[in-house]
């Protein structure tokens, strides 16, 4: 009964589809499209404007044009956060007062909440925003596992999650790998892992506090191996980033000395969820082991100021930190 009621709710004048997880945009139109050319002739009630160069009176003039051959038209802007502000602000004052028989659809990757043409559309009712947000890295296996079996095949939690690992986290990218593993893959059982290792290419970029994380935990080959994959990301700002966790470090160290070890979020004034692990890779360290540590990234540091070879001062520094005494 609920789908029934949600499949009968009545359109909405505006739509605002946003998120970062352009798969789940394209879906989103897709089923709008769908749904309103069962009402009518769609070919000849669609008009789609790109945010970058698109005219707010153009935008308007489309949705205040009356439907031909159907009762209701579409007008899709896509990239919808990069408009102009007056052209956003056409769209605004349009939505005010908008065409009954136009369903405006506004995508976008970012829109911030307080911005004008966001509140404008979310007016129109609960429903008019459909969030598209990513999921959670940790959640991204178990959904492309379900993505899987749209395309015919099943995935071990291990190939899903070597997929995640070698795509990254663009839903449109992992949904086109998992298209071609489905046409290579032979037999009904489950894709493995090797087999996912073996047909997909490395395209994901390594995350810098993936980095900062595996070096907090002493694990020299993976920081080695992530390193190779952050063409983005400056040994400078790594090196920062490992410094200020070697402080977090110290004082994750003193808590635990103290017998205080469930205030380290607390005293580090951090949410609990961002230091789960401090506890445990602050014990992987001695307190002499910290307090060296932070000096000679200080002297890394100037080092790497002064003319020398950062990459590989850093890489030395960052080796001699993990090296287990």
Not at 160 to 172: H, P, Q
Not at 265 to 278: F, S, T
Not at 285 to 303: C, I, N
């Amino acid at each position: 009964m609920a789908a029934q009621k949600k499949t009968d709710a009545p359109l909405l004048p505006a739509y605002l589809v946003v998120g970062e997880d352009a798969l789940k945009r394209d879906a989103v139109m897709k089923r709008l499209r769908a749904r309103l050319s069962a009402m009518g002739d769609l070919s000849f009630n669609d008009d789609s404007f790109d945010g970058e160069t698109a005219e707010g009176a153009d935008i308007v003039g489309a949705c205040d044009t009356v439907p031909f051959a159907s009762p209701v038209r579409l007008v899709e802007v896509r990239a919808a956060d990069k408009l102009k502000k007056a052209d956003a602000e056409r769209l605004v004052s349009y939505l005010g007062a908008p065409n009954g028989s136009t369903v405006l659809a506004l995508v976008a990757e970012k829109l911030a909440k307080n911005t004008r043409l966001y509140k404008a559309v979310a007016a129109h009712g609960k429903t008019a925003v459909i969030d598209c947000s990513l999921p959670k890295r940790y959640e991204l296996p178990k959904m492309v596992r379900s993505m899987a079996v749209g395309h015919g095949v099943t995935l071990t939690e291990g190939a899903a999650r070597a997929l995640v690992e070698l795509v990254g986290e663009d839903t449109v990218r992992l949904d086109g790998e998992l298209r071609k593993v489905a046409l290579a893959h032979r037999g009904t059982d489950a894709v493995g892992e090797r087999e996912i290792v073996a047909m997909v290419g490395r395209t994901a970029e390594a995350k810098p506090w993936e980095f900062v994380d595996a070096f907090a935990a002493r694990d020299a080959r993976r920081c080695l191996s992530l390193l190779g994959r952050m063409e983005s990301t400056s040994v400078h700002a790594l090196m920062a980033m490992c410094a200020t966790r070697l402080r977090e470090l110290v004082c994750a160290r003193s808590m635990i000395d103290r017998g205080n070890a469930r205030g380290i979020a607390a005293a580090l004034k951090a949410p609990e969820w961002r230091v789960k692990n401090h506890a445990a890779w602050a014990r992987g360290f001695s307190a002499a082991e910290l307090r060296a540590a932070l000096v000679s990234a200080r002297d890394a540091e100037r080092a790497m100021k002064s003319g020398a070879d950062a990459d590989a001062v850093f890489l030395e520094w960052a080796l001699r930190v993990m090296a287990k005494r």
